[in-house]
């Protein structure tokens, strides 16, 4: 049995990736989109919200994809172990802008492995994930991401800092769109919490439905706030009254945002939260140009700061350890500051790593 396959048209490829299983840190594009390369056999598991919002993800997407292969995938528990032959997994609940990423302890042969996926301390979930890895014991390998190693980062804000700035400019403009990716569900939960009382909370009917999903699992403070679906019913109260609105850069709302800056341009804001790299992409610069000198950019990385990663370090303190997901290599990687215990392995592709 073969999935079909992303990088072709043809109806069926060849899919030649086989393992005992696959293990999913998060749903984003990078860390999910080989997945038409394994072959079907191979058992998939993912954190089961984050699967949820994926199979959601691939149903409004499924006249663009080969497969809404997430349905099928194995819903892991966080401190659940999963039983691989030999190995056992078990999913440690992370912080990263994908909602309810992981990331696995993998024990087996009186050795322990923490493989980090994508993370960060600076997002709403700092304390509960500096406790877990403070309490995880002996690490012999640690595989971590360095994506904001070579980045500068002399002071990182942190998510609270982006609620308060939505709060600031959901007060300062009567109508406010926030420009983010459909999935930063952490993100789009902080906006509506910052929509002040008497004001609309909109979404499109597909946001509205992930939103439902991500606060069916959330605690309390982090959930939602009065997320409603556009629709003719409301349109003339939001307009009276005011609104905060999660949009995307398409066909549907484009002309919306259009249509408010032209009739309101100076009670009109688009807040752009999101990397500063997606700004060249066609639709996001149709729709920045929109609202020229009328937007603000609110934004923190998923990513860990290479002064967070270093304390980490300093936490976990692993015998061994490989940063992955990084550009940086040589004096970059070098410059960590790492625990004197901890030797930095560089493996190369297809390399072996042996723990003894
Ligand atoms: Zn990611």
């Known amino acids: 049995m073969f999935r079909k396959c992303w990088h072709t048209n043809d109806l069926i490829c060849y899919s030649t990736i086989t393992a005992d299983a696959v293990f999913l840190t998060h749903y984003h594009g990078d860390h999910v989109g080989q997945i038409y390369d394994v072959a079907e056999s191979v058992p998939i598991y993912m ?44 999913a440690i609940a992370s912080d990263h802008s994908a909602a309810d990423s992981v990331m696995f302890l993998v024990e087996g042969y009186n050795k322990r492995i923490l493989i980090t996926g994508d993370y960060r301390m600076h997002g709403f979930y700092r304390d509960k994930l500096e406790e877990a890895l403070t309490n995880l014991g002996q690490i ?23 609620e308060e700035q939505f709060r600031q400019i959901l007060h300062d403009y009567k109508y406010c769109f926030l420009l983010t990716s459909s999935s930063a569900l952490d993100r789009i939960a902080s906006f509506s919490r910052a929509v002040p009382r008497g004001k609309y909370m909109l979404a499109d009917d597909y946001q509205y439905a992930q939103m439902q999903i991500y606060d069916e699992t959330r605690d309390a403070k982090l959930k939602s706030n009065k997320v409603n679906y556009m629709s003719e019913y409301n349109r003339e109260g939001a307009e009276k009254r005011g609104f905060g609105m999660v949009v995307r850069a398409n066909d549907k709302f484009m002309p919306i945002v259009r249509q408010y800056f032209e009739k309101y341009p100076d009670k009109t804001c688009l807040i752009y939260s999101m990397w500063s790299g997606y700004r060249d992409k066609p639709a996001i610069a149709q729709m920045l140009d929109i609202c020229k000198g009328q937007e603000k950019t609110v934004h923190v990385s998923g990513h860990i700061t290479k002064e967070d990663l270093e304390n980490v370090i300093g936490t976990v303190k692993p015998k061994k350890l490989i940063v992955y997901h990084t550009s940086a290599e040589g004096k970059d990687l070098t410059s960590i500051e790492l625990p004197t215990e901890t030797q930095l392995l560089t493996p190369t592709d297809a390399e072996i790593v042996t723990l003894i």
């Open 47 to 90: 954190e089961e919200t984050a699967k949820k919002i994926l199979e959601k993800y691939q149903d409004h997407m499924k006249t663009h994809i080969p497969s809404q292969w997430a349905k099928s995938a194995n819903a892991v528990k966080v401190g659940m172990p999963v039983k691989i032959k030999d190995l056992q997994i078990t």
């Open 140 to 162: 012999d390998l640690m595989i971590t991401e360095g994506t904001s190693i070579s980045r500068d980062s002399e002071y990182y804000h942190d998510e609270n800092w982006v």
